[in-house]
């Protein structure tokens, strides 16, 4: 079984910062991409941004200069950045990971989420 565990959420003032993490535990053999993705009250699940194994990142528009994403491969960990945070960012942040587990089957999975709240 492979889990991802999210950490660092919280509530912070607009123009903040927050770190998340997320840590892969479990069968894992190799992690491919990494990824975060929120979802707001009454909105869909969107893109924030992606990171792959070799480093190559990917960002939604909206975050593009405020956040950064970066792993460590080692920890098969990734990590979310969030500076000049805005009230619109304010959303529940989820982990995805697609990865090899040990026993040759190769999945998506996701974390539960943690809770960004940004006040104005």
């Known amino acids: 079984q492979v889990q991802l565990v999210e950490s660092g959420g919280g509530l912070v003032q607009a123009g903040g910062s927050l770190r998340l993490s997320c840590a892969a535990s479990?069968?894992?053999?190799?992690?491919?991409?990494m990824g975060w993705y929120r979802q707001a009250p009454g909105k869909q699940r969107e893109l924030v941004a992606t990171?792959?194994?070799?480093?190559?990142?990917n960002y939604a528009d909206s975050v593009k200069g405020r956040f950064t994403i970066s792993r460590d491969n080692a920890k098969n960990t990734v990590y979310l950045q969030m500076n000049s945070l805005k009230p619109e960012d304010t959303a529940v942040y989820y982990c995805?990971?697609?990865?090899?587990?040990?026993?040759?089957?190769?999945?998506?999975?996701w974390g539960r989420g943690t809770l960004v709240t940004v006040s104005s």
């Open positions: 995805n990971a697609d990865l090899l587990r040990l026993d040759g089957g190769y999945l998506q999975v």
């Open positions: 479990g069968s894992v053999f190799r992690i491919d991409t």
């Open positions: 990171c792959t194994r070799d480093g190559s990142t």
